[in-house]
């Protein structure tokens, strides 16, 4: 047989969570897609793996709409959601085989054991670990019994398979490993996804879109290079990779725009608003000059990482420490520490945020 899995999309409505006086969630608002794979991103106390629960079923009961499909699963108990959860600890049982492991969501089902059987070696034979089907948890590695806590899940055929930063217990090499298999399992079946975790390389590397949550509150929600290129927000964009952040004005200049920072620094940029506001340059879109004479921000490096692919500097600009990042090729030089150099911005490699209602060019 085949775990080919019958997707459902996720809708949430206006939904708040609190835990007594304390509000984790305030109006969460999402639409996932059927067969999607989607992540929820954000620091400790985001609210992420709440949102997560709250699908499940797991903690208080929240105000507002989860629709799998066309169900309401508000007021159901986990066991009547036919929602699937891979825990970060995996949770299996250590007094079980791997097959009794797999096989206790079905048994609980009363399935009949013909099709059980049936069922579990199909699902192991999905993670690669049907040869390991007598073994122990304590006979497996952390990936294999991850592996297992995912045939346990998606052996019951879920409408929805969630994953609790299920990568964290890994070591960095594994967890590399873990998510493409991850991604790869969830396309083959087809099944509608939502991973949870605070890792911006996993989620960029495995989701579809993801929606970026700080203080219980959804921030944005797009692709992961949708978010990195255009945030909304100034968290955004600095919780997704490194950003440096130019606080000034845009105004008008020479037939296009010019953003004068408050340190006096005058830079032409691409703008169709002006006003007060920040931009957010990433250091891979600023150039590193030898000669400073013709740049628009000089500056002294103070720090240097050698990264291998690209070489990382800290430049001191009127006080203001920036990041830069140029590509490395085979023996071609770096600069030094304590070296005077130009910062070269491309006009339309940064994005204003605006503090405030702003002017719109005619």
């Known amino acids: ?27 969460v608002n999402l639409e996932i897609k059927a067969g999607e794979f989607f992540a929820f991103l954000g620091p400790s106390g985001s609210g992420k793996s709440t949102l997560l629960r709250a699908i499940a079923g797991f903690g208080p009961r929240p105000k507002g709409k989860i629709l799998v499909g066309d169900r309401d699963l508000a007021g159901l108990p986990p066991w009547e959601r036919n929602v699937g959860m891979v825990f970060q600890s995996y949770a299996l049982w250590p007094h079980m085989s791997v097959r009794k492991n797999v ?84 396309r083959k079946l087809g099944l509608t996804t939502i991973f949870v975790t605070h890792d911006q390389e996993e ?76 931009l957010v340059l990433r250091p891979q879109n600023i150039a590193v000059r030898q000669d400073p004479s013709a740049s628009a921000l000089t500056g002294k490096i103070v720090h240097r990482e050698f990264l291998g692919a690209q070489v990382r500097y800290l430049v001191d600009v009127a006080n203001t420490q920036m990041v830069v990042d140029q590509s490395h090729a085979l023996d071609q030089p770096v600069l030094e520490v304590g070296a005077e150099v130009g910062l070269d911005i491309n006009k339309k490699s940064g994005v204003f945020l605006p503090k405030k209602e702003v002017q719109h060019a005619a």
């Open 1 to 27: 047989m085949t775990l080919v899995q019958k997707s459902a999309g996720i809708s949430i409505q206006d939904l708040h969570l609190s835990f007594g006086s304390t509000k984790v969630l305030t109006g």
């Open 103 to 186: 096989a206790f969501g079905l048994v609980e089902k009363k399935v009949p054991s013909n099709q059980i059987n049936e069922k579990v070696e199909a699902a192991l034979s999905l993670v690669g670990l049907l040869d390991y089907a007598e073994r122990m948890p304590s006979q497996l590695s952390g990936g294999q019994q991850q592996r297992v806590a995912l045939a346990r899940t998606i052996v019951v055929e879920p409408d929805v398979l969630l994953l609790d930063e299920p990568l964290s217990n890994l070591d960095a090499s594994l967890r590399v490993q873990m998510r493409r298999e991850l991604l790869a399992l969830q």
């Open 203 to 278: 989620a960029n590397t495995t989701a579809d879109r993801m929606a970026v949550l700080d203080q219980g509150v959804v921030q944005q929600i797009g692709s992961p290079q949708m978010l990195y290129d255009h945030p909304e927000n100034l968290f955004v964009a600095r919780f997704l990779g490194t950003a440096n952040i130019l606080e000034g004005e845009i105004t008008k200049a020479d037939g296009g725009a010019q953003i004068e920072l408050v340190t006096g620094e005058k830079i032409a940029i691409e703008s169709s608003v002006f006003g007060d506001g920040n």
